[in-house]
T-cell receptor
Framework: AQRVTQPEKLLSVFKGAPVELKCNYS??????LFWYVQYSRQRLQLLLR??SRESIKGFTADLNKGETSFHLKKPFAQEEDSAMYYC????????????FGKGMKLTVNP | DVKVTQSSRYLVKRTGEKVFLECVQD?????MFWYRQDPGLGLRLIYF???????EKGDIPEGYSVSREKKERFSLILESASTNQTSMYLC??????????FGEGSRLTVL
């Protein structure tokens, strides 16, 4: 069965500090990994996906199959990064049913 | 612009009432989903649909049913609402590319 674990529920940093939001997954096949973000009073939206290999709003995430991880990183956090972040997994090339982690709240203080 | 619209943002219902949550998307997406979002539990999939009149159970389908009579519309039904169904309900749609587009959510309170 697919499972996504976000070990930390809360992370609070100061503006300009590096951030790393951890995500570990359990899946025997080839997964597709995603990060979704929900800013205050906004709808949940896609932040990035591992197959695109791009940086969005300064965030990057690398799929590490050996460690079954997909950690989200940003070298210099901004106040506008404060939000709920969800890691999600789906089967590669299969159905688009996503399994989400429990989410993590990031707070960036001025 | 991509749009998923949930008809009710806030609902208050009594235990035992029948509840309908409506979701409409204007992107001609084949796939539609209903999740519930609870603090500390993340998003849990209730039901999903890959085509008109087609539905599949997600991880927590008990106490819920769905209807998809038209491609653009996916309804979530609570036959007899209970207090443990108080939650935020999120509808989403997608093509086969994997990106989900979410609605703004429907916050249901069952008294």
């Amino acid at each position: 069965a697919q499972r996504v674990t976000q070990p930390e529920k809360l992370l609070s940093v100061f503006k300009g500090a590096p951030v790393e939001l951890k995500c570990n997954y359990s899946y025997s096949g080839s997964p597709e990994l995603f990060w979704y973000v929900q800013y205050s009073r906004q709808r949940l939206q896609l932040l990035l996906r591992h197959i695109s290999r791009e940086s969005i709003k300064g965030f990057t995430a690398d799929l590490n199959k050996g460690e079954t991880s997909f950690h989200l990183k940003k070298p210099f956090a901004q106040e506008e990064d404060s939000a709920m972040y969800y890691c999600a997994l789906s089967k590669k090339g299969g159905s688009e049913k996503l399994v989400f982690g429990k989410g993590m709240k990031l707070t960036v203080n001025p | 612009d991509v749009k998923v619209t949930q008809s009710s943002r806030y609902l208050v219902k009594r235990t035992g009432e029948k509840v309908f949550l409506e979701c409409v998307q204007d992107m001609d997406h084949e796939n539609m989903f209903w999740y519930r979002q609870d603090p500390g539990l993340g998003l849990r999939l209730i039901y999903f649909s890959y085509d008109v009149k087609m539905k599949e159970k997600g991880d927590i389908p008990e106490g819920y049913s769905v209807s998809r009579e038209k491609k653009e519309r996916f309804s979530l039904i609570l036959e007899s609402a209970s207090t443990n169904q108080t939650s935020m309900y999120l509808c989403a749609s997608s093509l086969q590319t994997g990106e989900l587009f979410f609605g703004e959510g429907s916050r249901l309170t069952v008294l």
